[in-house]
């Protein structure tokens, strides 16, 4: 079985006529690199295809679907201070949503082992009733939802963005069936994902969140996912890991202040790839450094492939990475044995 990919020239007309830190040039140079490094001739093509209403109202509200519609054929409109839409990008929202659907519905299915969607606009700061952060349709949510509606009993979301997935986290706050495991930097925008953030009622702990502060790197990543994300992670027995794959952790981005090489994302990829019999999805978030965000695909797409990631041994993880790791811990203990 091959790797799926998920890639749309619509994707690159989703532009701010100024300067705007989320621009088409991002997925230009991934799919530059990935075509560099001979990446991109051994994936299967997966097309990207409008999302319908039912398939984006399982997480939206119609009426801000009718909204994003709305925007189409007006050449500049803002939503916020942050996220805009020009003419073509309620288009380009609903192939990222139809194709993450399709390239996850192939792997849940068997037709393709693993898959790697390289979307605009992003979407796990999308809730349920508006955008935000640069965010139209949450489309990893709203995958998620679709793979439910597959048959699938349990799926595991990883956000590894440098930024907190307000709304994924909100679309599956009391939904025991999804576990939603975010790192982020903290404090920092939205200004949720605090430790003790673990679910409504009905699913304690199936959401974890590890802030950080400013400047983890990959020892603290890597100590994180093998601490806390991992024991969780086979306890929850996931059918399917579906990762928010935002670069912006990512040494030298531009908005975040995190320390991640390119070598820690494709280890992370790695350990993923343990789990659900493989059967791991990546959608593109953040990531605002060209060069970075073009080798940390790169590195977590050899890995989908069957490649193997170079496991140097890392230095432990600093005080304050630890800290937070041990305060998740003490958290999220009453939920999980493996802990």
């Given at each position: 079985m091959a790797t799926g990919l998920?890639?749309?020239?619509?994707?690159?007309?989703?532009?701010?006529?100024?300067?705007?830190?989320?621009?088409?040039?991002?997925?230009?140079?991934?799919?530059?690199?990935?075509?560099?490094?001979g990446l991109?001739?051994?994936c299967r093509r997966v097309p990207a295809r409008l999302a319908t209403d039912s398939e984006l109202t399982a997480v939206h509200t119609a009426e801000?679907?009718?909204?994003?519609?709305?925007?189409?054929?007006?050449?500049?409109?803002?939503?916020?201070p942050d996220t805009y839409t020009s003419r073509d990008s309620a288009t380009a929202a609903r192939l990222a949503a139809g194709g993450l659907i399709d390239l996850v519905l192939a792997v849940v299915r068997g037709t393709l082992e693993n898959g790697f969607a390289l979307l605009r606009p992003p979407g796990h700061h999308a809730e349920a009733d508006h955008a935000m952060g640069f965010c139209l349709f949450n489309n990893v949510a709203v995958a998620a939802r679709a793979a439910r509606a597959d048959g699938l009993s349990r799926v595991l979301i990883v956000d590894w963005d440098v930024h907190h997935g307000n709304g994924t986290q909100n679309t599956f706050w009391d939904d025991p069936a999804v576990l939603y495991f975010s790192t982020h930097e903290w404090p920092f925008y939205p200004g949720t994902g605090a430790a003790q953030e673990t679910g409504g009622s009905a699913a304690r702990g199936r959401t974890v969140n590890l802030?950080?502060?400013?400047?983890?790197?990959?020892?603290?990543?890597?100590?994180?996912?093998?601490?806390?994300?991992?024991?969780?992670?086979?306890?929850?027995?996931?059918?399917?890991?579906?990762v928010s794959c935002g670069f912006d952790a990512a040494l030298g981005d531009l908005l975040g202040q995190m320390r991640v090489t390119a070598e820690g994302f494709a280890r992370m990829t790695k350990r993923l790839c343990?789990?659900?019999?493989g059967r791991v999805v990546l959608a593109?978030?953040?990531?605002?450094?060209?060069?970075?965000?073009?080798?940390?695909?790169?590195?977590?797409m050899s890995v989908l492939q069957g490649e193997e990631p170079i496991e140097e041994p890392l230095?432990?993880?600093?005080?304050?990475?630890?800290?937070?790791?041990?305060?998740?811990?003490?958290?999220?203990?009453?939920?999980?044995?493996?802990?």
């Open positions: 998920v890639f749309d020239e619509r994707f690159l007309l989703h532009s701010a006529p100024y300067d705007h830190p989320e621009h088409p040039g991002r997925l230009t140079a991934i799919q530059t690199g990935l075509e560099r490094e991109v001739k051994l801000h679907v009718r909204a994003i519609d709305a925007t189409a054929g007006r050449d500049f409109f803002e939503l916020d802030p950080w502060p400013a400047g983890m790197g990959d020892s603290e990543y890597l100590a994180c996912f093998d601490e806390i994300l991992l024991p969780i992670a086979r306890e929850f027995d996931p059918e399917l890991v579906l343990g789990l659900a019999h593109l978030e953040g990531g605002y450094n060209l060069r970075a965000i073009a080798r940390s695909a790169a590195a977590c230095a432990e993880p600093n005080l304050d990475g630890q800290r937070a790791i041990d305060q998740v811990r003490q958290i999220q203990k009453p939920y999980w044995k493996n802990l």
